[in-house]
């Protein structure tokens, strides 16, 4: 910055030497430094106790010493205007000297305060001279306690006064330029830097005052917010239970009495139990014996149910009739199976209906324990009681997944372009209500990451199709999210069509996703308007585009004439 026509002024306080030492004539600590310093130019002294330099390339710099503290005893409006108008202040005391530093501490820095007036300028406060006769630190003794001022004394003298604390052990070249002169230097910079600020800002004021003042480009219309739709994953499991469509299983009590009707896979997706019992895993390929036993003890599949059709036949197999040995745990079973389909996150509500219909604690104890068998994972879950909500999710979720495009337990087959993907009757019909079969991931996990925006606007077309709406939602806050997070210069040289985007949004009824995108291109007026893509907009869509177009016709029209008037008046442009 420019200093040239700045000036700084110090004030020196207190002496470097002792009450009781000579030495009068020997120059102060600043003045020291300012006459061995490469920044000064020039010196002067229009009176003893002041001096007057050029320093910096000509930032005028005006001293003023007090070596005696009288001046606040004699004249307070002199002294309180001396310290207002300095810029930096200078403290100094001799170590050797406690009787002078107590009464420094007690009075005058009080005043100092006071004066000062809580305005934020910087402080140094210089400790000259080595200590003759150290404190004893002997609690019992009391020789020397007073003689000199220590470390920690100035240290807290520092801190109460907020200034900055310096130890100057000899009134050498090293201390007096390099030590002291490095830390005056650094305010002396600070004090122009902010008084060079104020000036700038001051300087601004002014002609910010008297000049004809830039059209104000308002902010851009808000973007319309999409919300998407609240997950229905586990809800539509659980009413798969209970609308009985593309069962596979029908587990009987021992009397060979229906109990309830269910699905293979989503009873395999959470158990080995199930698996065993349904032939998807073999004995060998389960480790854990504890899962054998419990699938042998309390399950038996009956061999002359559940056995595959003549080729050709319209009849779907019959369900597998699995019959359960034990009658405890067969009374409960509506129960359990209603806690696996609604997610296996609700225990503590297992808990209590098993306990309200059996009455019987130790009967209660053993359904739950055979539960948590069937349900027992090796390596992920071993304790169903603790957090058993979150981990028991994650298990399911992911463990349908596992069932996607393959033919374990599947019951129905598509044909896409030649390739055969199988899939689950019970997870399509229970994900999709338009029709039995839908080809997409999301419907086994509830999850969805499309790799790019075309595959997006591809899948929310499908979604749309066969009515998926989450799907839809998932689509559209994708495509937003990556158009959002484009950088201007990438959306001006993308070879993506945004108007492109926008006509299928509008074809297949996303009224969310057609808005947004209208006033995103509205919101990003000067690159869409130069691409040839912007033809393609309807009437309508153009008339909107220009209505709520970013930045305005008015602004820009306001713009031009400022521009003009700048020009005119041969003057910086503030804008541009």
């Known amino acids: 910055m420019e200093f040239a026509t700045m000036s700084v002024s110090i004030v020196a306080l207190g002496t470097e030497?002792?009450?009781?030492?000579?030495?009068?004539?020997?120059?102060?600590?600043?003045?020291?430094?300012l006459r061995g310093s490469g920044l000064v130019a020039e010196l002067g002294s229009p009176a003893p106790s002041r001096l007057r330099a050029r320093i910096l390339g000509g930032v005028r710099l005006e001293l003023h010493e007090c070596p005696r503290w009288d001046i606040f005893d004699s004249d307070w409006y002199t002294s309180r205007s001396l310290i207002g108008g300095a810029d930096i202040i200078v403290i100094k005391y001799s170590v050797n000297d406690k009787t002078l530093f107590q009464e420094i501490k007690d009075s005058y820095v009080p005043m100092i305060k006071k004066a000062l007036n809580h305005c934020s300028i910087p402080v140094i406060i210089s400790a000259i001279g080595a200590r003759k006769n150290l404190p004893c630190t002997c609690p019992l003794c009391t020789s020397d306690r007073g003689s000199c001022v220590t470390t920690s004394e100035g240290l807290q003298l520092a801190k109460e006064f907020g200034a900055t604390y310096l130890e100057l052990h000899a009134l050498n070249d090293f201390y007096i330029q390099k030590y002291f002169g490095g830390v005056l230097e650094y305010f002396m910079i600070q004090s122009l830097n902010q008084k060079s600020s104020e000036k700038m800002k001051k300087r601004k004021k002014n002609q910010k005052r008297h000049r004809v003042q830039p059209p104000q480009l308002?902010?851009?219309?808000?973007?319309?917010?999409?919300?998407?739709?609240?997950?229905?994953?586990?809800?539509?499991?659980?009413?798969?239970?209970?609308?009985?469509?593309?069962?596979?299983?029908?587990?009987?009590?021992?009397d060979f009495s229906k109990v309830m009707e269910a699905h293979k896979v989503i009873l395999c997706s959470v158990s080995q139990v199930f698996m065993l019992l349904f032939n998807v895993k073999s004995p060998a390929d389960v480790h854990d014996s504890s899962v054998v036993r419990t699938a042998q003890s309390l399950f038996a599949v009956d061999t002359g149910a559940g056995l595959p059709v003549a080729?050709?036949?319209?009849?779907?197999?019959?369900?597998?009739?699995?019959?359960?040995?034990?009658?405890?745990?067969c009374s409960c079973l509506l129960d359990i199976l209603h806690f696996i389909y609604s997610g296996a996150c609700q225990w503590e509500r297992l808990e209590e209906d098993i306990k309200k219909?059996?009455?019987?604690?130790?009967?209660?104890?053993?359904?739950?324990?055979?539960?948590?068998?069937?349900?027992?994972?090796?390596?992920?879950?071993?304790?169903?009681?603790?957090?058993?909500?979150?981990?028991?999710?994650?298990?399911?979720?992911?463990?349908?997944?596992?069932?996607?495009n393959t033919?374990?337990?599947?019951?129905?087959?598509?044909?896409?372009?030649?390739?055969?993907?199988?899939?689950?009757?019970?997870?399509?019909?229970?994900?999709?209500?338009?029709?039995?079969?839908?080809?997409?991931?999301?419907l086994y996990t509830d999850s969805c990451c499309p790799a790019s925006i075309?595959?997006?606007?591809?899948?929310?077309?499908?979604?749309?199709?066969?009515?998926?709406?989450?799907?839809?939602?998932?689509?559209?806050?994708?495509?937003?999210?990556?158009?959002?997070?484009?950088?201007?210069?990438?959306?001006?040289?993308?070879?993506?069509?945004?108007?492109?985007?926008?006509?299928?949004?509008?074809?297949?009824?996303?009224?969310?996703?057609?808005?947004?995108?209208?006033?995103?291109?509205?919101?990003?007026?000067?690159?869409?308007?130069?691409?040839?893509?912007?033809?393609?907009?309807?009437?309508?869509?153009?008339?909107?585009?220009?209505m709520h177009r970013w930045p305005s016709n008015m602004y820009l029209k306001q713009l031009a004439e400022y521009r003009n008037y700048i020009h005119s008046q041969k003057c910086h442009c503030a804008v541009m």
């Not at 994972?377 to 399911?396: A, C, E, F, V």
């Open 454 to 546: 075309l595959q997006a606007m591809s899948l929310l077309i499908c979604a749309e199709m066969y009515q998926v709406m989450r799907l839809q939602h998932i689509c559209e806050l994708y495509i937003i999210t990556q158009l959002q997070s484009m950088p201007s210069r990438e959306l001006a040289t993308t070879s993506l069509s945004i108007v492109s985007l926008l006509k299928k949004a509008k074809f297949h009824n996303s009224d969310c996703l057609s808005t947004w995108l209208l006033h995103f291109i509205a919101t990003n007026y000067l690159i869409f308007s130069q691409k040839p893509e912007f033809q393609d907009l309807s009437v309508e869509e153009r008339n909107f585009v220009e």
């Open 17 to 33: 030497r002792e009450a009781a030492s000579g030495g009068a004539g020997q120059p102060g600590l600043v003045r020291s430094y």
């Open 311 to 329: 080729r050709g036949s319209a009849e779907p197999s019959p369900p597998a009739r699995v019959i359960v040995k034990d009658s405890v745990f």
């Open 407 to 442: 033919p374990v337990l599947a019951d129905v087959i598509f044909t896409i372009q030649g390739a055969t993907v199988p899939a689950h009757r019970a997870v399509l019909v229970a994900r999709c209500e338009v029709m039995a079969a839908m080809f997409n991931e999301y």
């Open 357 to 404: 219909k059996l009455k019987d604690s130790e009967k209660t104890e053993h359904v739950l324990e055979k539960v948590k068998c069937i349900l027992k994972t090796p390596g992920k879950l071993n304790n169903l009681r603790d957090g058993s909500s979150h981990q028991i999710k994650q298990l399911y979720n992911t463990s349908l997944r596992l069932f996607f």
């Open 218 to 254: 308002e902010q851009p219309e808000k973007l319309p917010i999409l919300k998407g739709e609240a997950s229905h994953y586990d809800s539509d499991l659980h009413n798969l239970l209970f609308c009985c469509q593309c069962t596979d299983v029908a587990f009987y009590s021992e």
